[in-house]
């Protein structure tokens, strides 16, 4: 595992030998198994891996927030405080003001039957610092009136996501965490989002942690990347260099995926580490193999190890043999 240093007292967050486990599920098998890496204040930070690598786990650790029924060791410091050893209050009370998180999809994430007015008025509430028509002048959110007085459902998908970006800055975060946060838009609609949370990073002073499964998604935001497999950090280093010479196999096959993707081609099998009591066993989540075309495939890009081989891949649900 290649854990990412930096030098002391320079790092925003600071997470040590992150393991999560659910005992009454799994046993003593973690499913995020001694993750190290640090962030600095802003700095932008790639996440990626397949489906149930454990990125969101980690994503909701950097929030202090841990999954009923999860047993969690190790440490997430943010500055001085240890969010694995604070209490829940303690927890609440930096969520949102230190950390905030932009999920991917902002029709669920918003309340849909209150206006956007009022979900603004209830951040307020918990202590938001900033007005929310200068938030969304932030976002680039022309016509703030109309807006405000808007129900979710009646917001395009770009707008509800600048909506939701606008809310996770209310509190000045230090550090932004987006998870997938344009997978569920247009892909022109997608590189805008983007663009404006990399021009934010700067203009209002936070750290993003980009949770995706698009390698250029994260070529081309983020400065340093992180790889996890199977629960486990397995690279990380500047973005260009991790993507251009891994040295984890894991890596050279999401990035020969990725490639594959690009130029259209077929996409084969499906794969996964599903933790079990005997530990993980690599292999589909759902079934064996798939040959099923790429327009079939309903799930994130993927890559799976079978022996020694590596393999595009997207959900064959109803496909597999
Ligand atoms: N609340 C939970 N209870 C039990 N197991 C969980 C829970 N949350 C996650 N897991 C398991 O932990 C592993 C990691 O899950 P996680 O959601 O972090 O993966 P991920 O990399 O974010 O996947 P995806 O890209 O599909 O969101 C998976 O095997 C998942 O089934």
């Known amino acids: 595992m290649t854990a990412v240093s930096t030098a002391a007292g320079v790092d925003l967050m600071t997470v040590r030998d992150l393991t999560v486990r659910?005992?009454?599920?799994y046993g003593n098998t973690p499913v995020v198994d001694r993750v190290s890496f640090a962030i600095r204040p802003g700095e932008v930070v790639g996440l990626v891996g397949e489906s149930g690598s454990g990125k969101t786990l980690v994503s909701l650790a950097l929030l202090g927030l841990f999954p009923r029924g999860s047993a969690v060791t190790g440490s997430v410091r943010l500055r001085d405080r240890d969010l694995v050893a604070a209490s829940e209050r303690e927890r609440r009370a930096l969520r949102g003001r230190s950390v905030a998180m932009v999920y991917q999809d902002a029709l669920t994430s918003l309340n849909p039957s209150l206006t956007i007015r009022r979900q603004f008025a209830q951040i307020a509430r918990l202590g938001g610092s900033r007005p929310?028509?200068?938030?969304?002048?932030?976002?680039?959110?022309p016509d703030a009136a109309r807006l405000l007085a808007s129900y979710p459902h009646q917001l395009s998908g770009g707008q509800r996501q600048r909506v939701l970006i606008a809310m996770?800055?209310?509190?000045?975060p230090d550090l932004v965490v987006a998870d997938e946060p344009t997978t569920a838009l247009d892909v022109t609609v997608q590189a805008q989002i983007l663009d404006l949370l990399l021009r934010l990073t700067a203009e209002v002073n936070f750290s993003l942690l980009l949770v995706s499964h698009d390698l250029g998604v994260i070529r081309h935001a983020a400065s340093r990347a992180m790889v996890m497999y199977a629960g486990q950090l397995v690279e990380a280093g500047p973005t260009q260099d991790l993507l251009d010479r891994p040295r984890h196999r894991y890596t050279a096959g999401l990035v020969a995926a990725g490639r594959s993707l690009e130029a259209g081609g077929p996409v084969t099998v499906i794969g996964g580490a599903v933790p079990s009591?005997?530990?993980f066993t690599p292999g589909c989540r759902f079934?064996?193999?798939?040959d099923a075309a790429l327009s079939d495939?309903?799930?994130p890009l993927v890559a799976v190890s079978e022996g020694d081989r590596w393999h595009a891949c997207r959900h064959p649900q109803g496909r597999a043999s």
């Open 22 to 25: 659910f005992p009454r599920l």
């Open 132 to 141: 929310a028509t200068e938030l969304l002048d932030l976002v680039r959110l």
């Open 168 to 172: 996770a800055l209310a509190r000045d």
């Open 277 to 279: 009591p005997d530990g």
């Open 287 to 290: 079934a064996g193999r798939c």
């Open 297 to 299: 495939c309903v799930e």
